[in-house]
């Protein structure tokens, strides 16, 4: 098996690498976050050639530094970062200080991180609503047309993004949302797909949960082709041609990350099917809670207001 080099053209005309590393550690100022900049400059030099991060992260700095220290060209890297919440009145403050930490010349595709708005002291506030934000954005593009080459979204839904296709002249490139066995978001998928947006898949390994990753079936895939049961998932959700980034600060486990093998069609409706089994279909992404009765708030919304579907309980 040799490292997986697929990539995707975006509607903005850049080609997207299907696998990136995902750089939210946690707490900032852990010990993952310190020892995170070493397994960046890994990954980049083992052939990986897209890195996750947002200026929500905290370490952007860090993501910066490691390109430069890796010895990668630039230019052969797919650098993503996303505006904060508390930024959607201040976007074009937002990605300057986020240029400025990343110390580099151009983004490739910066995000909007949630559709909600929050003040910048964090607390939640109706204005600007989505669209307003992603006019923002747009004005950003056109001021900054050589630092950000592709504009998208994240944690949008097909009602959010309906709102937002009203108003704008460019079509997001990409939408970042969860998916994972137990929320493969099939329909969301095949919206986006019309819309000619690509999904990223985040915490694309569920978080790492047993649930999926001991499952006795994942486990027997993962002897079939003699590979991990991470692998097993991530080569199914590229097979679905979606981006992934996986995080992870392990170098055993970044390799694993980006080999896979190719899965025959019956294992990928397996896991298409994965989250039918009772009780499977859920969220998992700790900032996105959850509880079996769908009333949730996150970042002052609740599933409804994102238009997320609420848990289902059979
Ligand atoms: N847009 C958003 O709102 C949003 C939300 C969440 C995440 N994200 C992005 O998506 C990235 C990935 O999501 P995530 O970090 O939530 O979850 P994830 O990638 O699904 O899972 C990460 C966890 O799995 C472990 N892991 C990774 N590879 C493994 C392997 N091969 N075998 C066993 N364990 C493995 C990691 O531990 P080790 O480090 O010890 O390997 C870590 O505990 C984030 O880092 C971030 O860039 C975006």
């Given at each position: 098996m040799s490292i997986c080099t697929k990539k995707f053209l975006l509607n903005s005309g850049f080609y997207m690498p299907a696998v990136g590393l995902g750089t939210w550690?946690?707490?900032?100022?852990?010990?993952?976050?310190?020892?995170?900049?070493d397994t960046i400059i890994y990954a980049l030099q083992k052939g990986y050639r897209h890195i996750d991060t947002a200026a929500v992260y905290g370490v952007e700095e860090i993501v910066g530094e490691a390109i430069r220290m890796s010895g990668v060209p630039r230019s052969e890297i797919f650098l993503v970062t996303k505006l904060h919440s508390t930024h959607h009145a201040h976007v074009e403050e937002a990605f300057l200080e986020s240029m400025k930490k990343l110390n580099c010349e151009y983004i490739d595709l910066y995000l909007m991180h949630w559709p909600q708005s929050l003040t910048l002291d964090g607390k939640p506030t109706k204005t600007p609503t989505p669209p307003e934000t992603w006019l923002s954005m747009e004005a950003l593009k056109l001021k900054y047309p050589d630092q950000v080459r592709s504009l998208g979204v994240s944690n949008f839904s097909e009602k959010?993004?309906?709102e937002l296709l009203k108003v704008a002249t460019i079509v997001p490139a990409t939408n970042q949302v969860e998916v994972h066995p137990m929320l493969p978001q099939h329909d969301l998928v095949k919206y986006m797909n019309e819309k000619g947006i690509l999904t990223t898949c985040y915490s694309p390994l569920g978080q790492y949960v047993p649930a999926i990753l001991q499952n006795p079936h994942v486990l027997d895939l993962a002897d079939k082709y003699n590979v991990t049961a991470a692998q097993i998932v991530l080569a199914w959700e590229v097979s679905r041609d979606l981006v992934v980034i996986p995080k992870s600060t392990n170098l055993e486990r970044i390799m694993q990350n980006i080999t896979y093998p190719e899965l025959a069609p019956e294992d990928i409706t397996f896991l298409n099917d994965f989250y039918k089994a009772p009780g499977m279909h859920?969220?998992?992404c700790q900032i996105n809670g959850g509880t079996p009765t769908g009333h949730d708030i996150v970042i002052g919304w609740t599933y409804e207001e994102l238009g997320w579907e609420?848990?289902?309980v059979e």
């Amino acid at each position: 098996m040799s490292i997986c080099t697929k990539k995707f053209l975006l509607n903005s005309g850049f080609y997207m690498p299907a696998v990136g590393l995902g750089t939210w550690q946690g707490h900032v100022g852990s010990k993952a976050v310190t020892e995170m900049r070493d397994t960046i400059i890994y990954a980049l030099q083992k052939g990986y050639r897209h890195i996750d991060t947002a200026a929500v992260y905290g370490v952007e700095e860090i993501v910066g530094e490691a390109i430069r220290m890796s010895g990668v060209p630039r230019s052969e890297i797919f650098l993503v970062t996303k505006l904060h919440s508390t930024h959607h009145a201040h976007v074009e403050e937002a990605f300057l200080e986020s240029m400025k930490k990343l110390n580099c010349e151009y983004i490739d595709l910066y995000l909007m991180h949630w559709p909600q708005s929050l003040t910048l002291d964090g607390k939640p506030t109706k204005t600007p609503t989505p669209p307003e934000t992603w006019l923002s954005m747009e004005a950003l593009k056109l001021k900054y047309p050589d630092q950000v080459r592709s504009l998208g979204v994240s944690n949008f839904s097909e009602k959010t993004m309906e709102e937002l296709l009203k108003v704008a002249t460019i079509v997001p490139a990409t939408n970042q949302v969860e998916v994972h066995p137990m929320l493969p978001q099939h329909d969301l998928v095949k919206y986006m797909n019309e819309k000619g947006i690509l999904t990223t898949c985040y915490s694309p390994l569920g978080q790492y949960v047993p649930a999926i990753l001991q499952n006795p079936h994942v486990l027997d895939l993962a002897d079939k082709y003699n590979v991990t049961a991470a692998q097993i998932v991530l080569a199914w959700e590229v097979s679905r041609d979606l981006v992934v980034i996986p995080k992870s600060t392990n170098l055993e486990r970044i390799m694993q990350n980006i080999t896979y093998p190719e899965l025959a069609p019956e294992d990928i409706t397996f896991l298409n099917d994965f989250y039918k089994a009772p009780g499977m279909h859920r969220r998992l992404c700790q900032i996105n809670g959850g509880t079996p009765t769908g009333h949730d708030i996150v970042i002052g919304w609740t599933y409804e207001e994102l238009g997320w579907e609420p848990y289902t309980v059979e």
